[in-house]
């Protein structure tokens, strides 16, 4: 197992200005997160895995969301038996949403008036990499990858110049407010592709092209037991 620092298994689900959360302001989210895991009727879906009755919250983290104004994105890091995960969930003036990967619980609160805003670029590309990466496919979520410090490589990788290269072209938008193309490479099913998305105001966003770069992409595997992700550390994906 591998740690950082500060005690977190994995780097936050996506960048950004993440500050961990201590006393009063802790307790709080722990209160509310762990009601919500309460009402929560999931089955584990990784074998051997412990139900959530043997949960235990370890810290959490948070960052403010530019497209959610007031809101901000917490990650909880916890022990779901023996294993560590991390789960997320939106909090702000419309209360604290688990983020399950469905993108339902993301739409259903750009549904609520003023909740979502899609005026600027920050705003438009926040919510890109914060949908992309918490709304999950077949194969896991999609992973942006905006520079080559943000990849998790597994064990034993060593990326030459060719794989480093794949990764040089940044996120790249243009559009108008309330209308977004965003392209970005993005790591999904252990592939590393080129994608372009666009987004509207409601915060609809879809995937109209995409151009394979490189299979295998030699970055670490993960998991989920529910909302969790589980990092694999060392393991391809």
């Known amino acids: 197992m ?10 936050p689900i996506i960048p950004g200005d993440w500050s961990e959360l201590h006393g009063a302001d802790a307790l709080t989210m722990t209160f509310e997160i762990g009601a919500g895991f309460d009402r929560l009727d999931a089955s584990p879906d990784i ?5 959530f009755d043997d949960l235990r919250i370890e810290r959490l983290r948070a960052r403010p969301l530019a497209c959610y104004p007031g809101g901000l994105l917490i990650e ?8 560590l995960g991390l789960s997320n969930h939106l909090y702000g003036p419309w209360g604290m949403h688990l983020l399950d990967g469905g993108s339902a619980v993301l739409h259903d609160l750009n549904d609520v008036d003023g909740a979502l805003s899609l005026e600027t670029l920050p705003q438009a ?11 999950r496919g077949d194969e896991g979520r999609f992973r942006v990858i905006a520079a080559p410090e943000q990849v998790a490589w ?9 794989t480093l290269a794949l990764l040089d072209r940044p996120v790249q938008a243009r559009g108008v407010p309330g209308f977004w193309s965003i392209a970005s490479p993005v790591f999904y099913g252990g592939a590393l592709f080129r994608a372009r998305f666009e987004l509207q105001r409601n915060g609809m966003i879809e ?3 995409d151009e394979p770069l490189e299979t295998p992409f ?3 595997a993960e998991s989920w037991i529910g909302p969790f ?6 393991v391809p994906a």
């Open 154 to 162: 597994h064990a034993g990788a060593d990326p030459g110049a060719e």
């Open 207 to 209: 995937m109209v092209d």
């Open 76 to 83: 909880v890091q916890a022990r779901i038996g023996e294993q």
């Open 2 to 11: 591998t740690m950082d620092e500060h005690g977190w298994c994995a780097a």
């Open 125 to 135: 590309l926040d919510y890109h990499r914060l949908f992309c990466n918490v709304v």
């Open 218 to 220: 030699p970055a670490e």
């Open 229 to 234: 992700r589980i990092p694999h550390w060392g």
């Open 47 to 51: 074998a051997g895995a412990q139900p």
